[in-house]
């Protein structure tokens, strides 16, 4: 069973750190598995190499050192690799302890709070929550429901091609897409995907929602270079096929939804039935979350896109 890189690195570095003395490439193959398992001579100092290389790009400090035989050794000193005392101020602090609680409803809500926890014990100050008083209400938090979120983000962080099944709001079923990921992004509800998609040869942006099935990850490089700046919103925004010049045709009860009507391109009243009208407004990215708000005083007629993405968030909103 092939080893994973991330387990390799880290079996690497503990043994450069661990040592008192430079340990040689013979020794550091006979001392860990994925190495015993590379094969012939080449393909072990390739993957070394490669190793090594990483560590140091991670910040690792690994010294050559040449010893009396002509042999070369490797060390990383603990001196030099030691981290300076972590040293915070009570806004920072407070500034941490709001980020680590953006996270409790995903699976990073573990990580977050037992990071806190040792930064506490190194002398983080205990901020207080900036929240608290009036506002104790508000809880900053990241939804995070769609399977696809931790894959995905997995990815985009180890620089990983993906492949998933995708269903366009204009699709009747997925399709299956090839994509080199870039950034995730939070916006008016939803989770947003940007990266380059293989197949168009372009950018793309995909909504986590609508990815059907699991996220597969592959083993190759990314063929496009990422850019510096991702902007997520603006191409969502703009996104063809889904822009606000589509309408949204929704029954609103009489005096209720004063924003939808503002908002409104018509307005029929006593067209939905005794007490409530019917509205045409704009259909954008987020229109799904912000009708849900109005909870039972909306009904939305079409389309049917729209219509099913609120009934999902009003079932999740009832289990919840």
Not at 37 to 53: H, I, L, Q, T, V
């Amino acid at each position: 069973m092939a080893i994973a890189k991330a387990e390799r690195l880290m079996n690497l570095a503990l043994c450069l750190l661990g040592t008192r003395r430079p340990l040689s490439k013979r020794e550091l193959r006979g001392s860990i598995e994925a190495y015993m398992e590379a094969g012939n001579d080449e393909s072990f100092n390739r993957m070394f190499e490669r190793d090594k290389d990483d560590l140091r790009e991670l910040g690792l400090v690994i010294e050559t050192v040449e010893n009396l035989e002509g042999d070369t050794g490797y060390l990383a000193r603990r001196d030099s690799n030691r981290l300076p005392p972590v040293a915070l101020d009570a806004e920072e602090a407070a500034a941490l302890g709001l980020a680590a609680k953006v996270w409790q409803q995903a699976r990073l809500a573990g990580a977050a709070s037992g990071a806190l926890q040792k930064l506490r014990a190194g002398g983080m100050p205990e901020a207080s929550d900036p929240y608290e008083g009036q506002h104790s209400a508000i809880e900053p938090r990241i939804p995070v429901h769609e399977a696809a979120f931790e894959p995905l983000m997995l990815a985009c962080r180890d620089r990983r091609p993906v492949v998933f099944d995708y269903r366009k709001s204009t699709a009747a079923r997925p399709e299956t897409r090839q994509v080199e990921p870039w950034a995730l992004e939070c916006w008016r509800g939803h989770w947003y995907l940007a990266g380059y998609d293989r197949d168009r040869g372009a950018e793309r942006v995909f909504r986590l929602s609508r990815i059907t099935g699991k996220v597969r990850s592959r083993a190759a490089k990314y063929t496009a270079e990422v850019p510096d700046v991702v902007t997520v919103r603006e191409t969502v925004a703009s996104w063809a096929g889904e822009s606000a010049e589509r309408s949204a045709l929704i029954r609103l009860r009489a005096g209720a939804g004063y924003p939808l009507r503002a908002k409104a391109a018509a307005v029929r009243e006593g067209a939905g039935g005794e007490g409530w009208d019917e509205l045409e407004i704009p259909y954008g990215h987020g229109l799904d979350a912000w009708l849900v708000e109005f909870g039972p005083d909306v009904v939305v007629l079409e389309p049917a896109d729209l219509r099913a993405d609120v009934v999902d968030r009003l079932r999740a909103v009832a289990k919840g």
